[in-house]
């Protein structure tokens, strides 16, 4: 960064004021709290953060120094403020999936439009678009979500959310747009399921030595064999197998 671009002596020593008079409005708002979900409390939180982070950059920009806090991230929901006896609700989820295997997709796709006299016409099952397609109008996703390894998909992140309503919608209201009304404050609750909430247990199985690891490729082959077992009957392992 460029000193023409820095921040002044005077900025810094501003948002260090400005943290203070956050610190202090974030202690007050606590210790007035009506509530375990009060908004005051939320709101001076925010503000508390914000202040912290301006605060931060400009003392790196400026002096090239950094804070020993740690801002957080936006990864709370902010307080419910929807009905107390919902009569209504929504959920919500979301599931991310990567196509590891094209190839064991389209053959389990293939199975599928073998078996079914109304499935699209012949072909949709060669692309990995069509064999999606298929294979999530055949299944329901909680089947394929059980089932992933089988139809070659690998799990990513998932996200649940129920949300409160205080009346059910009109039958067709939404479907245009289902996503796009989402209300934090109306979420009920939520369950997240990601990578990242493993990494501390994969670190405790790193210690355990030679002999905690020695099992699971022996598991995986026995895995992939019973999944070729299965295609085989079909004369589909084969092609499978010339085309890894």
Not at 37 to 59: H, I, K, M, S
Not at 101 to 114: D, I, N, S
Request: charged residues 35%; glycine residues 6%; aromatic residues 6%.
């Amino acid at each position: 960064m460029s000193d023409a671009a820095q921040p002044t002596a005077a900025e810094v020593r501003a948002a260090a004021e400005a943290v203070k008079t956050a610190l202090d409005r974030h202690l007050a708002a606590v210790e007035r709290r009506s509530g375990e979900e009060d908004p005051a409390v939320y709101d001076a939180f925010n503000e508390l953060a914000a202040a912290a982070e301006a605060y931060d950059e400009l003392l790196y920009d400026r002096y090239d120094e950094v804070t020993p806090f740690e801002i957080p991230g936006e990864d709370t929901l902010p307080p419910y403020t929807g009905p107390e006896e919902p009569s209504a609700l929504s959920v919500l989820i979301r599931r991310d999936y990567a196509v590891a295997e094209p190839q064991r997709l389209m053959a389990q796709a293939r199975r599928v439009e073998a078996a079914d006299e109304d499935a699209p016409g012949a072909g949709a099952s060669g692309t990995v678009h069509g064999a999606l397609g298929l294979l999530f109008g055949e299944f329901e996703p909680d089947e394929i979500a059980s089932r992933h390894k089988e139809f070659g998909l690998e799990e990513g992140d998932s996200t649940l959310w129920v949300t409160a309503a205080d009346e059910s919608a009109e039958p067709g209201e939404w479907l245009e747009a289902p996503f796009e009304q989402v209300d934090p404050e109306r979420v009920v609750c939520r369950f997240d399921v990601s990578a990242v909430f493993d990494e501390e247990f994969d670190e405790d199985d790193e210690d355990e030595g030679e002999d905690g690891e020695a099992d699971l490729p022996d598991l995986d082959e026995d895995l992939d064999t019973d999944l070729d077992t299965d295609l085989d009957e079909d004369g589909e392992s084969a092609r499978l197998e010339a085309d890894r």
